[in-house]
């Protein structure tokens, strides 16, 4: 099973993030290169990256598993700004030099949001956007993530399809258990599920699953990840997911949230993950999750 979760790149870039993935029992791992919501970005160092490979090839991490994310604030659907439309093409283009920088194969983004303009038209500049970003030869691989459809979303499994048949260059797919759930694809019955996704886009397209559970129910198109198997989802889907033999090959990713004095708190906020990635491994639930959460971190308090 390869498993890991979402890691920050801020304080050490690849190293950093191949630390606190190792320190969650994982064996790989999914980053942003700088603030999801901002494109501040630092040049990548070169020194760290070496580092980072010393240390994940000591841990046995495969570089092949490791994933980047493109930042939300690239909108390739909107083109009612022209200028803003070109920025983001150019921030991806950047996104994708760093990946190759730092030998990253994957670059899950987020397909768009239409904003006032019609799905179609908001298709079609998806589509323009990702032909003239990858007129350019990157190493690293785009993967689009399935989208809950919340507001003007756009990204279920039949607009991927659209962009994916029409833009003239190779690209994947990355599933997100949370947000296929509330866009209302039931994972209860999963192979059903695959079977879908397989006639829709084709199962060989998929590169990344992240792996969270959601707090709405099926069809809410929310977009809001509950720890795994604390929400509407639950652990035994999430493990048949996790275990499902034609995905044995794909990372897994968790997006879950942190937890504070409660599971809902969000002041004081420690990671799930280490408690996750064990009760996955284990297969069993863990419904004490709080409580070893606030043991392990509370010399931090
Ligand atoms: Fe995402
Ligand atoms: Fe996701
Ligand atoms: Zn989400």
Known sequence: MIIGSHVSFTKEQLLGSTKEALSYGANTFMFYTGAPQNTLRKEIDKNLTEEAYRLMKENNIDIKNVICHAPYIINLANRKEEEKWQFSIEFLKKELT??????????????????????????????????????NNYQCLILLETMAGKGTELGNLEDIKTIMTQVKHPLGVCLDTCHVNDA?????????????????????????????????PCGSHKDRHANIGYGTIGFKTLETICYH???????????????????????????PYYFEIKMLKERKFD??????????????K
């Open 245 to 271: 033999d034609k995905l044995k090959d794909i990372p897994k990713i968790l997006e879950t949230p942190y937890v504070g004095e409660t599971i809902e708190d969000k002041k004081r906020t420690y990671p």
């Open 184 to 216: 209302g694809y039931s994972l209860i019955n999963f192979d059903e599920f695959l079977q879908e996704f397989n006639n829709t886009i084709g199962l060989s397209y998929l590169h990344c699953v992240h792996l969270n559970d959601s707090k709405n």
């Open 98 to 135: 760093r990946c190759d920088a730092l030998g990253v194969s994957y670059l899950v983004l987020h397909p768009g949001s239409s904003v006032g303009l019609s799905k179609e038209e908001a298709l079609q500049n998806i589509i323009d956007a990702l032909n003239e970003t990858l007129k």
């Open 287 to 300: 419904d004490k999750l709080l409580e070893h959460i606030h043991e392990k971190y509370k010399e931090l």
